[in-house]
């Protein structure tokens, strides 16, 4: 991967920037998504926010070997405490998990005025960022779930506006991604089953506790949760 060839899963996240022409990349680690996004004409200019030294000194250096500093701002910071107000039309997270993803952006609530779009790309639990994303504003327009190397990734698209509020099961598993069920969206969730069936087995042989009973009621509840929106009879536990 550099910054003309991009992973599936950040091609993935470019793809959703337009039609913004400004965006902030935070947690850019490399800048290879705005290297990739101002050399390919999505944006005119971007900035790489990073808040740990080396992937900040990374991203310097990359953005200055691409001939690109005019264009993107590399920033030394947390989350969009590198921004100001106004600045950017989208910001793009992705390669963290969801609870982290939605605190970035409740603590830089501030710096969000006239951000317009938000794309991100949560490696696991998705559904924080969902939640956090249907209880402040912005609608959901358009979700991807990709394979890359084994590993399996979603990313939203969201854009600013009063939508409609999206059910529990919506924001669990994404309200186009359950819609449209591709591969990888059912490889995700037979995965997610074989992992909950294990640890139905393992506390099946722990000692009853409350704790234990609350825990195994949420699972259980998620594992029919899967089963009804993958509607597949052999995903039936014995
Ligand atoms: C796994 S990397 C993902 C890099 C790139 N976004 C990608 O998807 O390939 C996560 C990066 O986010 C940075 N990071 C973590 N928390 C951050 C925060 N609060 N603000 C800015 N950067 C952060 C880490 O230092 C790291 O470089």
Redesign the pocket.
Known sequence: MNSNQL?K??ET?ASFIRPAKTFA??????A??PCYAVKKGIVTRAVA????E??FQSAKRQVASVGLSAHIDVRK???L??LKAGEVECI?????GGP?IAS?LKEGADKLSGVKKLVL?P?IAAHSVRTWLNSNGWIIEDEAILEEDGQLYEVISSVLGAGKKLTEKELYFGPYLMNSQNEAFRLKWQRELTQIDQVLTQLSSAKDSEGAARKKQEIIKKRQWIKDVMNDENTERS
């Open positions: 992973s899963r950040l996240v990349d935070i947690g850019s680690d490399h290879y998504l926010g990073e808040v740990v080396g992937p910071g947390s989350g405490a590198v793009t997270i992705a390669g963290m982290l970035i790309q490696n």
